[in-house]
């Protein structure tokens, strides 16, 4: 078993996900990297990672997958003995953008079996793991989710169902495992400057010029790594249920 604290983030090959995984690292965990490309689209988190002086394991999933996650659980918690923090950060947007009453039932089926289904059942895997190990540092499941968790897009109704049953997931895992003394957490980024958003970001640029963003900025993958490394390293001891907005403002109510 490491003597070190272990962190599995799920995504982690690149953008939001790695840069998690690196944040985490240079904040002393060991990390176990999951992600459904193999390992060598994760060479520039695994060079992050030597980097920081951690030890590392990588762990190709998908998460769609839901009939593989015991053995995928199993796996992940073997490399190091123990997980003490699962950061659920992996999901897919939309193939295509459209009219809600198009929505093809195969598409809804694809985005939500990552970003909701999967994620619930692979949680569900790593934390009865978790729990089966005595804890000798903080734990917690940290969910990221999306600003479309609670606000509407009219052309990705998919994509925000699946944050939104995310946003109630983490509300009822806070009540499970409150006792148990695991923290956690949703951090709900708002638009940031991934792969993901890359489609759209001629619109993005245009809608943060016209102050759709307070801060007047993109969010960056490092800005929502710093929070999650926060929320694991345990200085929240007494807070678990809670959301953190990412989003350079973007989420509060204005007039």
Not at 110 to 115: A, C, E
Request: aromatic residues 6%; charged residues 20%.
């Amino acid at each position: 078993m490491s003597a070190r604290p272990v962190a599995l983030v799920t995504g982690a090959a690149r953008g939001i996900g790695a840069a998690i995984a690196g944040q985490l690292a240079r904040r002393g965990f060991d990390i176990v990297a999951l992600d459904r490309a193999d390992e060598t689209a994760a060479e520039a988190l695994r060079a992050d990672l030597a980097a920081a002086g951690t030890d590392h394991r990588f762990v190709q999933a998908d998460l769609a997958a839901v009939e593989a996650h015991t053995a995928t659980a199993a796996k992940a918690h073997a490399a190091f003995g123990r997980i003490d923090c699962l950061v659920n950060n992996a999901g897919i947007a939309p193939p295509v953008r459209g009219d809600p009453l198009a929505l093809a039932v195969e598409q809804f089926d694809r985005v939500l079996g990552v970003n909701l289904r999967g994620t619930v059942f692979f949680t569900q895997a790593i934390v009865n793991a978790m729990l089966a190990t005595p804890a000798t540092t903080p734990r917690s499941v940290i969910t990221v989710t999306s600003v479309s968790a609670e606000a509407a897009s009219l052309d990705r109704l998919d994509y925000c169902v699946s944050k939104a049953g995310l946003s109630m997931f983490v509300k009822t895992l806070a009540l499970r495992l409150a006792e148990s003394g695991v923290a956690v957490f949703e951090v709900r980024p708002g638009i940031v400057r991934t792969d993901m958003t890359r489609a759209a970001a001629g619109t993005y640029e245009r809608r943060i010029a016209e102050g759709l963003i307070p801060a007047r900025r993109w969010g960056e993958p490092g800005d929502v790594a710093r929070v999650v490394a926060a929320l694991a390293g345990g200085d929240f001891g007494y807070a678990t249920g809670s959301i953190v907005n990412v989003d350079g403002g973007m989420g509060v109510p204005r007039l």
